[in-house]
């Protein structure tokens, strides 16, 4: 697919290739969780993450969850018991008999949650690829 290549040559941070679940806080979608736990203001449904680099993530859903332009909040698992927190906006929606691939760029986390961002893109940037 020539136009998977001319965005892979684009790229300005590498991606890791991963497989885990990730909660998605969307207009108009029903919540299952809080994303930081009790008494969180954010809530969540869950999607797969499918690829993750220092500036954005791809990940499938079982329905769409917003379209280009909408801002998004992502909670992904981090190191241990932890979770990484980041506010991002939609770049890409694409939709298959499985649900919809989302891909998203991150505007916005905290110093923390960019220090816990570079430590699990640390461990899977150190792994074999699949």
Known sequence: ??????????????????????WVHRPNCRPQRSLRGGGGINLGVPH???NISFNGAKFQGAAPCGKIGDQLEIALP???????LIVGHIVRVEEARAGCSVAVEFDHMSQLDQLRLSRVMGVLLSRPPR
Do not use: H, N, W, Y
């Open 1 to 22: 697919m020539p136009g998977a290549a001319l965005r892979e040559d684009r790229r300005a941070f590498p991606r890791a290739g991963v497989a885990g679940q990730i």
């Open 48 to 50: 797969t993450l499918s």
């Open 78 to 84: 981090a190191i241990g018991k932890e979770q990484i």
